[in-house]
C-alpha cells in the first residue's frame, strides 16, 4: 500500500512539473505566432545605403521611460508618458523649442500680429497648414481633421484630458484646404493655446469620427483606435502593449521621409529612475531615458562613467514650500483649515520671512539636486521673459532669528513661542526620496532658530488626488508647510498666477477643488491679477507678471525653494534631444541621428 | 468525495460573490485618484479630471458602481482601463506570458531545489550541511527581494555585463540566439525570486521531515530492521511531503499574482508590474480584475490542496 | 502501511497520557514548563540566539546612554556641533554634516554615515528599538491569530471550518495596498486619539496592520497539521476521558502542531521587519524621519556601489535577528514538542 502511495505521490510531482513546465515554454511559444515576426524590419533597412551621409542610416532608437506608455491617444492621456508615447506619431500645429520659441510642425508658419495671423484685438488667430500633407495611411491631412480634433474634445462626454486647450475656442472655420480661422470665445492675449505643444496634437477624422462622447472610450472600435492612432510623424505604429513597450517602424508617406535616421523607434516602460539611468550610462542597453529624478549622490557617478551626457534645462517647475494661511488645528473639527480660520502664527509676517531666510537653498541644491535643479527665489522662472531679477534669498541665520526676537517669539527650551502659542510646525509632501531628504534638512534648518517641525509623508497618488474626502490631499492641507513642485503650463503666466487669488481659496465650499491651497488672500495681488486679465500687451503683461511674483514671494505667501531641471540622458553617439519646458522631452524626436 | 467536491465548489461561488465585494469596497473607498499626475497641471483644471471622473463612471455611489461590475462581468466584460481605455483582459492576457516564464520557473526551481534540501537538512540534522542551508535560508528571506535584485544587477549586469538590464518582452525565442537571449535575460529574476522562495520551503520541508523522524512508527520501522535510507525514502518522506505539498498547492496562486518588486526591477513587465502600477494610478477595473482572478485562484486550489491533503493522507475524513 | 501507522499512532498516546498526568497534578515539581527551559537550556544554538537577540535589545535601549554623549563631543570635536543643546537620539538621528557626506567607517561614526552625514550607528540604534518592537509585536499577533483560527477550523471541521477558511480566502485575496491605505485613512486619527499619542497610536497601526495581513498563511498549516492530528488515538483517548474540547485543542493537539507554528514565527519576525519599511513607503507608517532598519536598507540600497554599509549594518543586523529567533525557535520546538520528552 505505502508503495502505491509513493507512486501517486512521484506521479504527482511528475504531472505538476510538467504543468509549470509547458506554462513555461507556452509563452516562450507564444510570441512566435504573433503576427507579422522578424521579416518586417528589413525591407526597410534596404534603402539606408543608397542615401550616401557619412552616419550609418538606419537601425533601432530604444528609449526608456519609467513610467509606461498607456494609451497612444494624447486626448485621454493620464500622464506625461501618454502625450510623448502619441509624440512618435502625432503632431499639432506647432511646438515649443528649448528655447521657448514656436517652431512650426504641420502649420507652415507661425501666425503672429505682423504676418496678420493673429487678430490685433486678440479675437482670433488664422492657422495656414504645409501642403501636400500625408497620414501614414497615404491619406490627405486636410484642415478637416484639425476642426475634427476641436470637435472630438469639445464635447464632454469624451471626457479629454486635453479639453481645456480647447474651451476657449468659439468657432473654427475652414478658409480653404488648407487654412483654417479660429474665433475665441473672449479676446485673448494667448493666441497659442489650441492646437499647439502637446496638448494640441491632430487625430485623424476618418479614424475617430464614430468616437466622439462617450463611445471615445467604451466602444470597441474607439478602443482600438485609441491603442494605435494613424499619424503624420516619422513613424507609424508596429505593435503596442499598453504598460509596457511600443515599437514604432517608419511612416513611408512622412514628409521628410528620406531625412529621418532610425529605421525603428522603441519606448520602453517600467522599472525604476535609477535603473533607467544605468543602462543608458553604464551599459548602453538604451539610447535615451527620460526624467532621472535621483538624488545627486546617485546620479552623479552613473552620469560619471562617459558613455552618456545628461539633458538638462529650463523648468520642471519650481519645488517650493506653501504656507498655511488658514488653520489645520484637528480641534476646529468642520472648520479646519477652512479660509476664515486664520492660522495662529503663520499669518505673522516675521514667522514666514524667517523660515524663508532660515532655509539652506544651497545645501538642499548641492547636496541632493545637484545637477538636477539650481536654487531659486522666485515661483515664476520660465519663461525667461518672466523670472524677476528683484527678488533675493540668500540664507540668514542670525536675520531669521533677529527677526523672531524682534516679533516677540522668544526661546523657551529649544522652542519659541509667544503668548502660550509655540512654533511647532507640521511639514508635510508627497513620498519621494528627494524630498525626504530636502525634509531632514529644512527640520534642522528651522530648528537653528526655534522652530520645531515634524515632518509627514504621503503617499503621492494620495497627497496629488482630487479627493474631497481625504484629509491627506495638497488641497485640504491639514498641515502647516507643505512641498511640492509646479509650474506654469503655457508661456503664458496668466492661469499659473490665478492660483493666488483669494477666489481660488481651496475651501470646503468648492470641495477644496481652488488651486489657492494656501489660501492667501491679498486685495493688492487681486488688482494686479484683474489686469493682467485684460492686458493684450506681451511686454506690459511680462511685467506684471514679474510685480505679481515678487509681491508673492516677498510676502511670504511661497517659499520658493528649488528650479528643477530633472535631466533626461542620452548616448553620447545620439545627436538631437534637447531639454524642453514648455513641450514633450521627445519633440524633436523625427531628427535624431546617430553620430559616429 | 465526489459529493464533497461538488459541496465544496458550491460553497465557492457565494464564497466568490463576498469576496468579490469586499474588494470592490476597499479598492473603491480607498483614497486615490486615476487623475493624480495631472492634480497641479493648470492646463487640465479640476472642472476637465470631474468630466473624465463622470466617463470612468466614478460620480456613482459604489454599490451602484459594484452591481454594474459584476452584471458585466456575467456577459465576461471585466471592464475597461483608465490607463489605456482598453478592455482589462486583454491587459491580462498581454501580461501573462511574462509572469508564467518568470515567476513560474522560479516556482519550479524553487521547488525542486527546497525538498531534496529540507530533507537532507532534517536527516543530517546540525551537521554542517543542515547548517550552511540554515544560514543561506535566513540570508534568503531576511534580506528583502529588491536587496538581492540590486546586488545582482550591480554584479553581474552592470560590472560583470553577463546580463541585461532592461528585460525584453517582445522577444520572440525562434531560434538557438533568441533563445539564449531569452535565458540570460531571466537568469537575475529568476535567481532572485529562486532565493527566496527556496528560503521558506526548504525550512518548512525540513520541520516537516523532523517532525515525522521522531515519531515511534520510525523506530519501530528501524527496529525492524529496515535500513535507513528505506525509512527516510518510504516512509517519513511520503508523511512529510503532506504539508509541504499543500503549502506548494497554494503557492501555485501566487505565481499568477506575479512578483511585483523583481518584475518592476528588471523590467519583465508581467502582472505584478501590472498590478503595481494599476494601484499606483488608481486603475480600479485593472486592480479588481487582478484581484478577483487571484481570489478565485486561490479559492480553487484552497480545494485542490484539500482534496490532495485527503488523497494522501487517509487519515482525513471529509465531513 | 496500516500497521507501521498504527503504531506510529498507538506510541503516541502515552506521551498524551503523561501530559494529562502533569497537567492534573500541577502539585508535582516537574512540570511541563520547568521541563521545557531544562531541555531548552540543553540547546546551545537556541541559548546563543537567545543571548544575542537580548544584546541586541540591551544595546538599543541602553547602548545610546553611553554612546551619544561620547558622538556629540566628537563632532564638536570636529566642528559639527549639535545645533541645540539637548544631547538625546533624537538629536543626534537628525544631526546633519556635509562635511562628511557617505563616509565609511570611522572612529568617530563606527558605522559611517549617511548622504546628509547623518550617523548610521545612531540611526540604527534608534531603529533597532521601532524594528524590534514592532518584528516581535506583529510576529505575536500574527501567530496568535493564525494559530486560532487554524486550530478551530481544523479541530471543529464542518460549517466552522467552511466559513473559517473562506474567511482566510477572502484575506488573502485582499489587495493590501490599497486596503492599507484604507485603514489609515479610515483609522488613524481614531486610533491616536485612543491611544493618546501619536507615537503609541502610529506602533498600534503599523503592527495591527502587518499581523492581520500575514496571519493567513500560518492558519492554514496549524489548520492542516489539526486535521490529520485530531484523528489519532491519543485525541480519541483524551476525548474518552472527558478532557474538555479547549483543552484538547490546546493542550494536546497544539503542542504536536507546534514545529511549523515555530518556522511561521521565526518567518514572520523578518518579513515584519521587512513589511514595516514597505509600509512607510505607502506614507503610512512611521513618520519618514524615523530610521528604522528596514527603512535604512531600503534608503541605503541606492548607494549600494557608493557606499554599500549604509544598507549592509542594518540588513546584517535585521539577518542576525532573524537568525537567532530562528535558533530559539528551534530550541523551543525541540524543549517543547511532547514526543521528546523521554
Redesign the interface.
Known amino acids: 500500500m505505502s508503495h502505491k502511495r509513493l507512486w501517486a505521490w512521484m506521479t504527482l510531482m511528475a504531472v505538476a512539473a510538467i504543468i509549470l513546465a509547458a506554462c513555461g515554454a507556452q509563452q516562450q511559444a507564444q510570441p512566435t505566432a504573433a503576427p507579422q515576426p522578424t521579416a518586417a524590419p528589413q525591407p526597410t533597412a534596404e534603402p539606408a545605403p543608397t542615401t550616401p551621409p557619412a552616419a550609418q542610416k538606419g537601425g533601432k532608437l530604444t528609449i526608456l521611460y519609467w513610467q509606461a506608455v498607456t494609451t497612444l491617444n494624447p486626448h485621454l492621456a493620464t500622464g506625461t508618458k501618454d502625450f510623448d508615447g502619441a509624440t512618435v506619431i502625432l503632431e499639432p500645429l506647432a511646438r515649443y523649442n528649448e528655447k521657448d520659441e514656436l517652431v512650426p510642425f504641420l502649420a507652415a508658419e507661425i501666425p503672429t500680429v505682423e504676418n496678420g495671423g493673429v487678430a490685433p484685438d486678440g479675437t482670433s488667430v488664422t492657422w495656414k497648414i504645409k501642403p501636400g500633407l500625408k497620414w501614414s495611411d497615404g491619406t490627405d491631412f486636410t484642415v478637416d481633421d484639425v476642426i475634427f480634433t476641436w470637435q472630438y474634445c469639445a464635447d464632454p462626454a469624451t471626457a479629454c484630458t486635453t479639453k481645456a486647450s480647447f474651451d476657449p475656442i468659439a468657432n473654427i472655420e475652414k478658409i480653404d484646404d488648407t487654412t483654417l480661422k479660429i474665433t475665441w470665445k473672449e479676446p485673448t492675449a494667448a493666441p497659442y493655446i489650441s492646437f499647439v505643444g502637446p496638448q494640441g496634437m491632430i487625430l485623424q477624422k476618418k479614424q475617430f469620427e464614430n468616437c466622439i462622447g462617450a463611445a471615445a472610450s467604451t466602444s470597441a472600435e474607439c478602443q482600438a483606435a485609441n491603442l494605435a492612432p494613424i499619424g503624420t510623424n516619422a513613424w507609424k505604429l508596429r505593435e503596442f502593449r499598453p504598460g509596457d513597450t511600443v515599437i514604432y517602424e517608419r511612416n513611408p508617406f512622412f514628409r521628410d521621409a528620406d531625412k529621418v535616421f532610425f529605421d525603428e523607434v522603441e519606448i520602453k516602460g517600467g522599472g525604476d529612475a535609477t535603473s533607467a539611468a544605468r543602462a543608458v550610462c553604464e551599459t548602453g542597453e538604451v539610447d535615451f531615458a527620460w526624467n532621472l529624478q535621483i538624488p545627486k549622490a546617485v546620479l552623479e557617478p552613473i552620469l560619471a562613467s562617459g558613455k552618456c551626457d545628461a539633458i538638462a534645462g529650463g523648468s520642471f517647475g519650481v519645488e517650493r514650500i506653501v504656507v498655511n494661511f488658514s488653520n489645520p488645528d484637528p480641534a476646529l473639527g468642520d472648520k479646519r483649515s477652512e479660509p476664515d480660520q486664520p492660522h495662529p502664527f503663520l499669518t505673522d509676517p516675521a514667522v514666514r520671512r524667517a523660515i524663508s531666510l532660515a532655509i539652506d537653498r544651497k545645501a538642499i541644491d548641492d547636496q541632493l539636486y545637484g545637477p538636477t535643479g539650481e536654487p531659486t527665489c522666485n515661483v515664476l522662472v520660465v519663461p525667461a521673459s518672466v523670472n524677476s531679477p528683484n527678488t533675493k534669498c540668500d540664507r540668514n541665520v542670525e536675520e531669521a532669528k533677529r527677526i523672531l526676537e524682534e516679533a516677540g517669539w522668544k526661546l523657551n527650551g529649544s522652542v519659541r513661542e509667544k503668548n502660550g502659542v509655540k512654533l511647532i510646525v507640521t511639514f508635510q509632501t508627497s513620498i519621494n526620496t528627494l524630498r525626504q531628504s530636502s525634509q531632514a534638512i529644512i527640520k534642522s534648518n528651522l530648528a537653528e532658530i526655534g522652530i520645531q517641525v515634524n515632518v509627514k509623508a504621503i503617499d503621492a497618488a494620495v497627497f496629488f488626488s482630487g479627493d474631497p474626502g481625504n484629509p491627506d490631499t495638497l488641497n485640504k492641507f491639514y498641515a502647516d508647510l507643505q512641498m511640492y513642485t509646479n509650474g506654469p503650463s503655457s508661456t503664458d503666466p496668466q492661469q499659473y498666477l490665478q492660483g493666488w487669488t483669494c477666489a481660488e481659496r481651496a475651501s470646503s465650499a468648492n470641495q477644496w477643488n481652488g488651486n489657492n491651497d494656501g489660501r492667501y488672500c491679498n486685495p493688492e495681488y487681486d488688482a494686479l491679477f484683474e489686469q493682467l486679465k485684460v492686458e493684450l500687451d506681451p511686454a506690459r503683461r511680462a511685467e506684471l507678471a514679474i510685480k505679481m511674483n515678487d509681491l508673492l514671494v516677498n510676502d511670504g505667501a511661497i517659499i520658493p525653494l528649488i528650479n528643477r531641471r530633472t535631466p533626461n540622458a542620452k548616448l553620447k553617439n545620439l545627436e538631437g534631444p534637447t531639454f524642453n519646458t514648455f513641450d514633450s522631452s521627445i519633440w524633436n524626436i523625427a531628427t535624431w541621428r546617430r553620430v559616429p | 468525495m465526489l459529493q464533497y467536491i461538488i459541496r465544496r465548489i458550491l460553497i465557492a461561488i457565494p464564497t466568490l460573490l463576498i469576496i468579490s465585494f469586499v474588494i470592490f469596497a476597499v479598492l473603491a473607498l480607498a483614497p486615490g485618484d486615476p487623475l493624480a499626475q495631472f492634480a497641479l497641471n493648470p492646463a487640465i483644471p479640476e472642472s476637465t479630471r470631474e468630466l473624465i471622473r463622470i466617463q470612468f463612471g466614478l460620480d456613482q455611489p459604489w454599490p451602484v458602481r459594484y452591481v454594474r461590475w459584476l452584471t458585466s462581468l456575467m456577459r465576461g466584460d471585466w471592464g475597461f482601463s483608465f490607463g489605456t481605455r482598453g478592455p482589462v483582459i486583454d491587459l491580462i492576457w498581454q501580461r501573462l506570458p511574462q509572469t508564467l516564464t518568470v515567476v513560474g520557473t522560479a516556482y519550479l526551481i524553487a521547488v525542486v531545489l527546497a525538498i531534496p534540501i529540507g530533507i537532507i537538512s532534517a536527516v543530517k540534522q546540525y551537521s554542517i550541511f543542515d547548517n550552511v542551508a540554515t544560514f543561506f535560508a535566513f540570508v534568503g528571506f531576511s534580506v528583502p527581494s529588491f536587496f538581492t535584485g540590486l546586488v545582482l544587477m550591480l554584479v553581474f549586469a552592470i560590472n560583470l555585463k553577463w546580463f541585461p538590464i532592461v528585460y525584453n518582452t517582445t522577444l520572440q525565442v525562434v531560434d538557438w540566439d533568441t533563445f539564449t537571449q531569452q535565458v540570460r535575460q531571466m537568469t537575475l529574476p529568476v535567481t532572485v525570486l529562486v532565493v527566496q522562495q527556496t528560503a521558506a520551503l526548504t525550512r518548512f520541508m525540513r520541520s516537516s521531515m523532523l517532525d515525522n523522524l521522531n515519531l515511534d512508527y520510525v523506530r519501530t520501522a528501524r527496529a525492524k530492521g529496515l535500513s535507513d535510507r528505506m525509512v527516510v525514502l518510504r516512509h517519513v518522506l511520503v508523511n512529510s511531503l503532506i504539508p509541504v505539498v499543500t503549502l506548494i498547492a497554494l503557492g501555485i496562486p501566487t505565481i499568477f499574482a506575479g512578483a511585483i518588486i523583481t518584475e518592476n526591477l528588471f523590467r519583465v513587465n508581467g502582472l505584478g508590474a501590472l498590478l503595481i502600477t494599476s494601484i499606483n494610478n488608481s486603475d480600479t477595473p485593472v486592480v479588481m480584475a487582478l484581484t478577483f482572478i487571484f481570489a478565485i485562484l486561490t479559492v480553487v486550489f484552497n480545494l485542490i490542496a484539500d482534496i490532495l491533503y485527503g488523497v494522501l493522507d487517509p487519515r482525513v475524513r471529509y465531513s | ?2 500497521e ?2 498504527l ?6 498516546s502515552p506521551s498524551a497520557r503523561a501530559q494529562q498526568m502533569t497537567s492534573r497534578l500541577p502539585a508535582k515539581p516537574r512540570t511541563l514548563l520547568s521541563d521545557a527551559w531544562r531541555r531548552f537550556r540543553k540547546h546551545r ?1 537556541a541559548m546563543l540566539g537567545m543571548f544575542v537577540l537580548l544584546t541586541l535589545a540591551l544595546v538599543s535601549f541602553v547602548g545610546p546612554y553611553f554612546y551619544i554623549p561620547r558622538l556629540a563631543a566628537q563632532l564638536e570635536a570636529i566642528g559639527s556641533p549639535f ?4 544631547v538625546d537620539l533624537q538629536t543626534a538621528i ?3 554634516d ?1 562635511m562628511n ?2 563616509s565609511g567607517p570611522t572612529a568617530i561614526h563606527p558605522f559611517g554615515t549617511d ?2 552625514g ?1 550617523d548610521l550607528l545612531a540611526r540604527a540604534l534608534y531603529g533597532g528599538r521601532v524594528s524590534l518592537l514592532v518584528g516581535l509585536t506583529a510576529m505575536a499577533i500574527a501567530i496568535s491569530l493564525g494559530t486560532i483560527i487554524g486550530a478551530t477550523a481544523g479541530f471543529f ?2 460549517v466552522v471550518d ?1 466559513i473559517l ?2 474567511i482566510t ?2 484575506f ?4 493590501v ?3 492599507t ?2 485603514v489609515v ?2 483609522f488613524r ?1 481614531p486610533v491616536i486619539k485612543a491611544m493618546g499619542s501619536p507615537e503609541a497610536g502610529i506602533f498600534t497601526i503599523v503592527v495591527t496592520v502587518i499581523g492581520c495581513l500575514a496571519w493567513m ?1 500560518t492558519a ?2 496549524v489548520r ?2 489539526f ?2 492530528l485530531k ?2 488515538e491519543f485525541v480519541e483517548a483524551a476525548t474518552a476521558l472527558g478532557v474538555s474540547r479547549p483543552a484538547i485543542m490546546f493542550r494536546h493537539i497544539l503542542p504536536n502542531a507546534i ?2 507554528i ?2 511561521a514565527a ?2 514572520e519576525v ?2 515584519a521587519i ?1 513589511t514595516e ?1 514597505t509600509l ?5 507608517g512611521f ?3 524615523t530610521p528604522t532598519w ?1 527603512r535604512l ?3 541605503g ?6 557606499a554599500p554599509w549604509l ?1 549592509l549594518f542594518p ?1 546584517a543586523l ?2 542576525l ?3 537567532s529567533i ?1 535558533f530559539v525557535g528551534d530550541g523551543l ?1 525541540d524543549a517543547l ?1 511532547p ?2 520528552r523521554l
Open positions: 502501511m496500516s507501521i501507522e503504531n506510529g499512532a498507538v506510541g503516541l544554538l545645533i541645540q543643546e539637548r537628525d544631526h546633519l556635509f557626506i557617505l548622504d546628509l547623518r471541521g464542518g467552511q477558511m473562506r480566502d477572502l488573502l485575496s485582499l489587495p495596498i490599497p486596503l491605505l484604507l485613512y479610515l486619527d498563511s492554514r498549516i492542516a497539521s486535521l490529520s484523528e489519532k514545529g511549523p515555530i518556522v521565526t518567518l523578518g518579513s521587512i519599511s512607510s513607503f505607502l506614507g503610512v513618520p519618514p524621519d528596514g536598507v531600503t534608503d540600497s541606492q548607494y549600494l556601489q557608493a544598507a540588513g535585521i539577518f535577528t532573524v537568525l530562528n520546538r514538542d514526543r521528546s
